[in-house]
């Protein structure tokens, strides 16, 4: 397995091998935060890329809003595109596994598909750890296995049940309903809480 460290994403965002990318935001986490009547939710994107996302919940008013990517080249392109905005965002270029703050809400797109596999369980645990008191993690997953080697790393929903069960209230874990057409039946939708 090749290390998986900045330098290799940021390679891959420079040889534009960000296939996971939809370049805009993910329409299931957009539809969940619309859904949202607080404003102030600290919510955090962890593995970000290029965040489209982002602009999103900032267009919908939320204010309390983190970016955090191990590599630097991502978070530039979000400052790049919304400019005098990127003022109001958190944005962290370090290693999720590395942060401290707890938030309400942890927005889960194609991060957790990146990692080694063997990683998995670590995940779940700082995403426990990373929760305030009724926190949620919201997003989808890849819900079919890769033919070739990741990352991107997929996986079955029955594998995500019994990584996530043991410390989390499963809220949902299903087939996504709204994802993008060439995505369709292959996500899963969940909605996460630490127990």
């Known amino acids: 397995m090749r290390k998986l460290d900045e330098n290799y994403w940021s390679a891959r965002y420079m040889n534009g091998e960000a296939g996971w990318d939809l370049g805009y935001a993910s329409p299931p986490l957009m539809e969940y935060a619309a859904q ?7 919510i955090l994107i962890p593995g970000a890329g290029n965040a489209w996302e982002i602009e999103g919940l900032y267009k919908m ?7 955090c990517d191990i590599s630097e080249m991502p978070i530039n392109n979000i400052k790049n595109r919304m400019g005098n905005s990127a003022d109001d965002i958190h944005f962290i270029h370090d290693d999720f596994f590395n942060l401290s703050d707890q938030y309400d809400l942890i927005l889960e797109q194609t991060f957790f598909c990146a990692l080694d596999p063997d990683l998995r369980k670590d995940y779940v645990q700082k995403v426990m750890n990373s929760l305030n008191s009724g926190g949620k993690l919201v997003g989808v997953l890849f819900g079919i296995e ?3 080697e990741g990352p991107p790393f997929g996986g079955r929903i029955e594998e ?7 410390y989390f209230d499963i809220r949902k874990m299903e ?18 809480s630490p127990k």
């Open 160 to 166: 995500y049940q019994s990584l996530f069960q043991p």
């Open 175 to 192: 087939i996504c309903r709204n994802s993008i057409s060439k995505r369709e039946g292959n996500e899963i939708f969940i909605n996460l």
């Open 61 to 67: 008013g939320f204010t309390n809003l983190t970016v």
């Open 36 to 42: 949202l009547d607080n404003k102030s939710l600290k």
């Open 146 to 148: 890769f033919e070739t």
